[in-house]
């Protein structure tokens, strides 16, 4: 299997048929279960799909309702073999009548989120969140939780000190067919577009009181 990484483009049209999304690096999908016994038949399903070697990059989140399946292959996008582990998941799933989507809920679909910090020292600021969050440095300089249980923490860089605008704020990354809806939400929600200069790839919201949140998709990235 050709290990050449694959633009955003490439990774979300191979599975968006196939009921994943691909948001921030990464394959997500969701399936829907009746009770925690279900849960656990999903995961060993999706396990032998994945097949030995392969399931390294497959992780797996077990609730009572359902089973949040991602593909990650780690520091990089993926590749066509993880997407072909996606489809081989897919229809291990669909063969035991398992339903499998990108919607998490009737009110959203699957997503990433991060905690982005604005820093003029951005050397001197990571180890306090380093130590404050029990988190993990990672190879581009972000931070994240070693056992998935929270967002990743990612560093932007400031040329001058802003007292006047909140200097941390959310990215929350969504499948691009879901952007336009969650931004709809939000402004009816009392929100207000800051800056959609960047769209598709980020817009930047902000609460009645200025607090921001981008939300972001991998269109115009590549």
């Known amino acids: 299997m050709s290990e050449t990484v694959l633009t955003r483009r490439q990774a979300s049209d191979a ?18 279960v009746a009770a925690p016994a279900q849960a656990v038949d999903v995961a060993a399903r999706a396990v ?3 097949g030995s070697g392969d399931d390294r990059h497959l992780h797996l989140d ?5 089973v949040l399946l991602t593909v990650r292959r780690p520091g990089s996008r993926p590749t066509a073999a993880e997407t072909a582990l996606a489809a081989r998941v897919s229809a291990a799933l669909g ?3 398992y339903a499998i989507d990108a919607t998490a809920g009737p009110e959203r679909a699957v997503q990433a989120l991060e905690i982005a910090i604005d820093a003029l020292d951005i050397a001197a600021v990571r180890p306090f969140w380093q130590a404050v969050l029990g988190y993990a440095p990672e190879p581009d300089g972000s931070l994240a939780d070693p056992y998935g249980q929270g967002p990743a923490v990612w560093f932007q860089q400031l040329d001058a000190p802003r007292p006047q605008r ?8 969504v499948p691009h067919d879901e952007a336009d809806r969650r931004v709809a939400a939000a402004l009816a929600a009392g929100g207000r577009m800051v800056d959609d200069g960047a769209m598709p790839a980020f817009r930047v919201l902000a609460d009645p009181e200025g607090n ?11």
């Open 95 to 97: 063969e035991a009548g």
């Open 48 to 50: 032998a799909a994945a």
């Open 166 to 173: 909140n200097r941390i704020h959310l990215d929350v990354s």
């Open 212 to 222: 921001e949140a981008c939300v972001t998709t991998w269109l115009g990235r590549d």
């Open 15 to 32: 599975v968006t048929g196939l009921g994943w999304r691909f948001v921030l690096g990464e394959l997500q999908a969701v399936v829907p």
């Open 62 to 66: 077990l609730r009572a309702d359902r």
